[in-house]
């Protein structure tokens, strides 16, 4: 386990993508259902992707374990204590309820599991959270408006909304009407463009749905007016550098663009996306970055002040997360962050 981050936020991660091979099984196991392979390393020897759409197959086929409030309150727990054990202070996560009531499990039981693992994670480890009520973008825009209409009538405890899942072909436009309703609900807004699509849907998504982070955004530096925009307005970009590996958006670590984004004065942020299924939590995408040699010490401050202003953390608790980190980076050098090798 890694223990030196610096107090940082993650704001890029989906609940469905915590899963570990080791979870899925036993969740199956609890919930009687039988599972395509045999064993934990059959399952792990499926974590080999071509790109977006091959990684939303598989991940798409394990959620199918996932039945009971109590299945959706361990997975909860069992990231909010990685992330927790990695240093993390703050973290805004991802759900897909169209994924779960689509298969039959009643929203109320999927919200209500969640909800309880999320209250009690600021009183247990110091975390602070935030949920993301996001739409799968393959669907139509009716069923993610059914879907909000759905969450807010059961007065869950959700921020914001979000847009993932099969990126080409479902540009940000599509979700106008129910982007606009959530801004009217007083909910934030935030949307992946840009990983696999083009930079036009990182402008639509800015300036039709208006939202206020872009989730990936790494394509926007094939569109110099797009990073101009993005510089000018500070919009935080979450990125996530082993997602992008292992589905095949950059080639290797080696070569991705994180490096020119924080030149370019983009506010990117560094997260985890899916991390069962991409080699690790953020703490392990910082070491990969850190051991290629893509971040100084200097960068890994700004990403974590960066992850800090990004969040949709209430006032208060911003300036108290920017007070903590002054003061860890003010201690002597290697005690947090850039230090390759240090304890696992
Ligand atoms: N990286 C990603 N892009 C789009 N949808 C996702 N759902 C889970 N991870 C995703
Ligand atoms: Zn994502």
Sequence with gaps: MHTSMLPAAELHLHLEGTLEPETIFAIAERNKIALPYSSIDQLRARYAFTDLQSFLDLCYTNIDVLRTAEDFADMT???????????????????????????GVPLPDVMAG????????LRTHGLST??????????????????????????????????DSAEVGHPPSKFATVFQRARAEGLHRVAHAGEEGPPSYIWEALDVLGVERIDHGVRCLEDDQLVRRLVEDQVPLTVCPLSNVSLRVVDDIASHPLPTMLERGIKVTVNSDDPAYFGGYVDDNLDALTQAGLLTR???????????????????????????????????????????????
């Design 130 to 163: 935030g949920l993301i009520v996001a739409f799968l973008r393959d669907e139509s825009e009716e069923s993610a408006m059914a879907t909000l209409d759905a969450a807010l009538a059961l007065d869950a405890a959700f921020i914001g909304v979000g847009l």
């Design 77 to 103: 727990t069992a990231y909010l204590e990685r992330a927790a054990a990695a240093g993390l202070r703050h973290a805004e996560v991802f759900l897909n309820p169209q994924a779960h009531t689509a298969r």
């Design 114 to 121: 969640v909800a309880s693992a999320l209250s009690g994670s």
């Design 298 to 344: 200097a960068d890994l401050a700004t990403l974590a002040r960066n992850s800090i202003e990004a969040s949709f953390a209430d006032p208060g608790r911003k300036q108290q997360l920017l007070t903590e980190l002054s003061v860890a980076l003010s201690e002597p050098e290697g005690k947090h962050g850039g230090t390759p090798g240090r304890p696992t």
